[in-house]
Nanobody, 121 residues
Framework: QVQLVESGGGLVQPGGSLRLSCAASGRFFSINVMGWYRQAPGKQRDLVAAITSGGNTNYADSVKGRFTISRDNAKNTVYLQMNSLKPEDTAVYYC???????????????WGQGTQVTVSS
């Protein structure tokens, strides 16, 4: 059974840092893109950052220069280093992997359960 497990969330003061991790377990045939979304209360789920298997990255404008996404393809793990955190970064952060379990299947999105990040003094 394919599963994404996130870790690293928590409470941090403004200006602080956190590092999120997400490990994809199970029998993936391929994972093309891994990324992070976030959802604040009463708001839609938005893309934070994404990275391809080749290392190309994409960031939301609101996090450029503060967040860094990286990936270990051998471990099917993606990381999100978050620096200079602001209260508006408070949200549940969800990991996503876009890939397939079987070579004959189409790619689909696999989601983690989410991890809470709270930025507050």
């Amino acid at each position: 059974q394919v599963q994404l497990v996130e870790s690293g969330g928590g409470l941090v003061q403004p200006g602080g840092s956190l590092r999120l991790s997400c490990a994809a377990s199970g029998r993936f045939f391929s994972i093309n893109v891994m990324g992070w979304y976030r959802q604040a209360p009463g708001k839609q789920r938005d893309l934070v950052a994404a990275i391809t298997s080749g290392g190309n990255t994409n960031y939301a404008d609101s996090v450029k220069g503060r967040f860094t996404i990286s990936r270990d393809n051998a471990k099917n793990t993606v990381y999100l280093q978050m620096n200079s955190l602001k209260p508006e970064d408070t949200a549940v952060y969800y990991c996503v992997a876009h890939g397939r379990e079987d070579p004959l299947w189409r790619d689909r999105d696999y989601w983690g359960q989410g991890t809470q990040v709270t930025v507050s003094s």
